[in-house]
């Protein structure tokens, strides 16, 4: 039996976390970077990529940074081969990558479905139809897909785009894992619920101001629905991919852990 600084030492492990550069994606890179893993942030914000980067390497921890589209294979595919050239391999892979814009149905046009679509479960699917290959030199590796609490529950109206998006991760998520399983891959899922992170705070403020007090009713109103009566933090989730990430979660695969401060008992 390993003691527990053991089942928790990432040490020698190679991980990329796609949207790494803020809110959710960083509260795992410190995380998985402080258990001793290299990392690498692929982000579409270069500027913030590289300033966490920075931040998180002052602490003597080993973080990159690469400006990648994870909706687009060939960025996809430039994003793998950067880390093992930098790194060596792959052996961990959170796709993290997501946004949520609102927007009623009858005000949502192709173009705003499509794009949901193609950041939250396309970028899903390109990754995990080519880390594998990677991860399979040595010996296995770890999937973490960051879905929500709306891929079991509707949160608030005007995220159907979201919602469906999120609902397919965690359909991809159980099928990748039955096939992935024999190559010692495991792969699971975090469905996180209300988390304080800045795509949160943008939603409440952009927008038209009517639109900008909806969002913040909505918030509000879904806050009140928490039994813990509050929002979580990235480091929340940070905590939860150490532990699918590490030896403590050896027995799980097609798996969703909740973490939403009780959200969904309401």
């Given at each position: 039996?390993?003691?527990?600084?053991?089942?928790?030492?990432?040490?020698?492990?190679?991980?990329?976390?796609?949207?790494?550069?803020?809110?959710?994606?960083?509260?795992?890179?410190?995380?998985?970077?402080?258990?001793?893993?290299?990392?690498?942030?692929?982000?579409?914000?270069?500027?913030?990529?590289?300033?966490?980067?920075?931040?998180?390497?002052?602490?003597?921890?080993?973080?990159?940074?690469?400006?990648?589209?994870?909706?687009?294979?060939?960025?996809?595919?430039?994003?793998?081969?950067?880390?093992?050239?930098?790194?060596?391999?792959?052996?961990?892979?959170?796709?993290?990558?997501?946004?949520?814009?609102?927007?009623?149905?009858?005000?949502?046009?192709?173009?705003?479905?499509?794009?949901?679509?193609?950041?939250?479960?396309?970028?899903?699917?390109?990754?995990?139809?080519?880390?594998?290959?990677i991860m399979k030199e040595r010996g296995g590796g770890r999937i973490i897909?960051?879905?929500?609490?709306?891929?079991?529950?509707?949160?608030?109206?005007?995220?159907?785009?979201?919602?469906?998006?999120?609902?397919?991760?965690?359909?991809?998520?159980?099928?990748?894992?039955?096939?992935?399983?024999?190559?010692k891959i495991w792969v699971n899922a975090i469905a996180p619920g209300g988390?304080?992170?800045?795509?949160?705070?943008?939603?409440?403020?952009?927008?038209?101001?009517?639109?900008?007090?909806?969002?913040?009713?909505?918030?509000?109103?879904?806050?009140?629905?928490?039994?813990?009566?509050?929002?979580?933090?990235?480091?929340?989730?940070?905590?939860?991919?150490?532990?699918?990430?590490?030896?403590?979660?050896?027995y799980m695969t097609g798996s969703q852990i909740v973490v939403d401060g009780?959200?969904?008992?309401?």
């Amino acid at each position: 039996m390993k003691p527990i600084n053991e089942l928790l030492n990432l040490t020698g492990k190679i991980a990329i976390v796609t949207g790494g550069a803020k809110g959710i994606g960083k509260g795992i890179v410190a995380r998985l970077a402080e258990a001793g893993a290299q990392v690498l942030i692929a982000d579409m914000d270069e500027a913030a990529s590289q300033e966490t980067a920075q931040e998180l390497n002052t602490k003597g921890y080993k973080v990159a940074a690469i400006k990648t589209d994870v909706s687009n294979e060939s960025e996809v595919q430039a994003m793998l081969e950067s880390c093992k050239q930098q790194f060596g391999g792959l052996d961990i892979l959170v796709n993290n990558a997501g946004i949520f814009p609102p927007k009623p149905l009858a005000q949502m046009d192709e173009a705003d479905f499509e794009k949901v679509m193609h950041v939250n479960l396309r970028s899903c699917f390109l990754t995990t139809k080519h880390a594998p290959e990677i991860m399979k030199e040595r010996g296995g590796g770890r999937i973490i897909n960051i879905t929500s609490i709306d891929a079991l529950h509707p949160s608030m109206i005007g995220l159907a785009h979201y919602d469906a998006s999120k609902h397919g991760m965690w359909g991809f998520t159980k099928n990748s894992a039955l096939e992935l399983s024999q190559h010692k891959i495991w792969v699971n899922a975090i469905a996180p619920g209300g988390i304080v992170t800045p795509g949160v705070q943008a939603m409440q403020g952009a927008g038209p101001q009517a639109d900008a007090d909806t969002a913040k009713k909505q918030v509000e109103a879904f806050m009140a629905k928490i039994p813990m009566h509050r929002m979580g933090e990235p480091d929340e989730i940070g905590t939860v991919a150490l532990f699918l990430a590490s030896d403590m979660s050896n027995y799980m695969t097609g798996s969703q852990i909740v973490v939403d401060g009780g959200a969904l008992l309401s």
